[in-house]
């Protein structure tokens, strides 16, 4: 919950009728964006650990920016849906994760054009990281089960 109103009383209504946090609007930007990872971290919908790997063969994925470093420092700017797929997938390298665990995360339900449309994306991404970096982006489908990030990789909170 933002709101101007920030006394005692009423931020201990606002939680007791189950915020789960409290802040006023004269918060920093700074706390208003650590409640809202806090709160994203509970609620399991963001599990981000900070990595950085010191190969420069590396991808890094900047969550807060929206963007992604290539090997040999090509940046591309990336939309939602590009940046929770990544995230989902950099957290776990090497590991196929489910495609239907992938729509959970963008909060999409299983449906064919849900599936179809995650398809797409995951489609565009690695042929946007070829055409800005002219490297193969290691995206790979796992077949009957999801998708998997092949290569080295790290994520920037």
Not at 38 to 47: A, C, E, G
Request: charged share 25%.
């Amino acid at each position: 919950m933002l709101t101007a109103l920030d006394s005692d009383e009423y931020q201990v209504h606002g939680l007791a009728i189950g915020a789960d946090a409290y802040l006023s609007k004269r918060s920093s930007l700074e706390l208003i964006e650590a409640t809202c990872v806090s709160v994203l971290r509970r609620l399991n919908k963001l599990d981000l650990p900070v990595s950085r790997p010191v190969s420069a063969q590396a991808w890094y994925l900047d969550f807060r920016h929206w963007r992604l470093t290539c090997p040999g420092g090509v940046v591309l700017e990336l939309t939602q849906t590009e940046v929770t797929l990544l995230a989902a997938l950099f957290q776990q390298p090497g590991e196929s994760i489910a495609r239907e665990n992938l729509l959970a995360l963008l909060e999409k339900p299983e449906s064919l054009s849900n599936l179809r449309n995650l398809d797409n994306a995951a489609s565009r991404l690695r042929r946007k990281a070829k055409q800005a970096s002219g490297l193969e982006f290691p995206l790979r489908p796992s077949y009957g089960k999801g998708y998997t990030f092949a290569g080295e990789c790290g994520i920037w909170k």
